[in-house]
C-alpha cells in the first residue's frame, strides 16, 4: 500500500489564483480530512468526510472547498488563493472513527 | 468546541525521562493521540488511549489520563536524539475530527 499520498509537495500560487490539493489512499479508508498547519498554531481541522458522498465542515473551512466522489481521493480546492491561505496542508484517513489517523507527507502551499 | 493545549518546549539530557503534559476541555472527547512530528516531515502517531484507560504502555512510551482534570501526559524513557521533534497532542471524539495542541518541541542534549 502506498497509504496517504499528497500532490503538489510544494506550490507557489499568486493572489486570486484557484488550485486543487490532491490527495489519495489507497487503503479503503472511509474517513478522510484535511488540516492545515501553521506556525504556533498546531494543526486545525478545515473539511473532512465519513463517506463518499459526504463532507462536512472543521474548525476552518472558509476559503476552501472540497468533494468526495470515491473513496480513495478527496481532494481540496482553493477558489482565490489568499496570502492568509500560506501554510502547510495535510490530508489524513482512517477506518473508522474509532480507528487511527494516518497522515499524508503535506503540501507547502506559499501564496504571493 | 474542544481546546488543547500544551507547553511549547521541553529540553531534557539524552538518557533522563522526558514528560511532556497536555490538558484538554472537553469532557466528551474519547479519543487522545500523541503524534510525533520531526523538520519537513508529516505526522507520525506515536500512540494513542481512550477515555475508559488510565495507562498504556508501549516500549519506552507511558501515557497517562486523568478524566477528572483533563490532563494527559508522555513519558518517554532513556530519551534519546532521535527524540528530538515536536509532539502533538490531539483530542476529539472521533478520530477524523481532532482538536490539535500547537505541539511541544523535545530537544535532546547529548
Known amino acids: 500500500n502506498a497509504g496517504v499520498t499528497q500532490t503538489p509537495k510544494f506550490q507557489v500560487l499568486k493572489t486570486g489564483q484557484s488550485m486543487t490539493l490532491q490527495c489519495a489512499q489507497d487503503?479503503?479508508?472511509?474517513?478522510m480530512s484535511w488540516y492545515r498547519q501553521d506556525p504556533g498554531m498546531g494543526l486545525r481541522l478545515i473539511h473532512y468526510?465519513?463517506?463518499?458522498?459526504?463532507?462536512d465542515q472543521g474548525e476552518v473551512p472558509n476559503g476552501y472547498n472540497v468533494s468526495r466522489s470515491t473513496t480513495e481521493d478527496f481532494p481540496l480546492r482553493l477558489l482565490s488563493a489568499a496570502p492568509s491561505q500560506t501554510s502547510v496542508y495535510f490530508c489524513?484517513?482512517?477506518?473508522?472513527?474509532?480507528?487511527?489517523?494516518?497522515f499524508g507527507p503535506g503540501t507547502r502551499l506559499l501564496v504571493l | 468546541g474542544e481546546d488543547v493545549e500544551q507547553s511549547l518546549f521541553l529540553s531534557v539530557r539524552e538518557g533522563d525521562s522526558s514528560v511532556i503534559n497536555c490538558t484538554y476541555t472537553?469532557?466528551?472527547?474519547?479519543?487522545l493521540y500523541w503524534y510525533k512530528q520531526e523538520p519537513g516531515a508529516g505526522l507520525q502517531l506515536l500512540t494513542y488511549?481512550?477515555?475508559?484507560?488510565d495507562m498504556k504502555q508501549d516500549q519506552r512510551l507511558t501515557v497517562l489520563l486523568n478524566k477528572k482534570d483533563k490532563h494527559l501526559s508522555l513519558r518517554i524513557a532513556d530519551t534519546q536524539t532521535g527524540d528530538s521533534a515536536i509532539y502533538f497532542c490531539?483530542?476529539?471524539?472521533?478520530?477524523?475530527?481532532?482538536?490539535f495542541g500547537k505541539g511541544t518541541k523535545l530537544s535532546v542534549i547529548p
Open positions: 489524513a484517513s482512517s477506518y473508522q472513527s474509532q480507528e487511527t489517523q494516518y
Open positions: 487503503m479503503n479508508h472511509e474517513y
Open positions: 468526510s465519513v463517506g463518499a458522498g459526504i463532507t
Open positions: 472537553d469532557s466528551s472527547s474519547t479519543y
Open positions: 488511549i481512550f477515555s475508559n484507560m
Open positions: 490531539a483530542a476529539g471524539a472521533g478520530s477524523y475530527q481532532l482538536t
